[in-house]
């Protein structure tokens, strides 16, 4: 089992900025891709950045400029630092793992997806 471990949701006001970081922890996994997702008040969880084992990055539109994702592999850590930050980013994100994981003797064990239990993130006007 993979434990993700969410930090530095809260309240901000618009135009400011909030950095958001996730560990992973547990045992025989290796980390594919981490990412951040958000979801608003009545609206479905939409991807808002990603990062691979390879370093490559994908973000949504919406974030586009503002928002950048980084990873410091050696902890199995993700951060989302987020600028200027609007109303429209007000929403609870949550830390998504994807990872492959190996049983005690090593062997593909398969393909698994985690996710954080979220935090808050609130832009007042």
């Known amino acids: 089992q993979v434990q993700l471990v969410e930090s530095g949701g809260g309240l901000v006001q618009a135009g400011g900025s909030l950095t958001l970081s996730c560990a992973a922890s547990?045992?025989?996994?290796?980390?594919?891709?981490m990412g951040w997702y958000r979801q608003a008040p009545g609206k479905q969880r939409d991807m808002v950045a990603t990062?691979?084992?390879?370093?490559?990055?994908n973000y949504a539109d919406s974030v586009k400029g503002r928002f950048t994702i980084s990873r410091d592999s050696t902890k199995n850590i993700v951060f989302l630092q987020m600028n200027s930050l609007q109303g429209d980013d007000t929403a609870v994100y949550y830390c998504?793992?994807?990872?492959?994981?190996?049983?005690?003797?090593?062997?593909?064990?398969?393909?698994?997806?985690?996710w954080g239990q979220g935090t808050q993130v609130t832009v007042s006007a």
């Open positions: 998504n793992v994807k990872a492959t994981k190996t049983d005690y003797q090593g062997y593909y064990a398969g393909e698994f997806i985690y």
């Open positions: 547990g045992s025989m996994f290796s980390i594919n891709a």
């Open positions: 990062i691979t084992s390879g370093g490559r990055t």
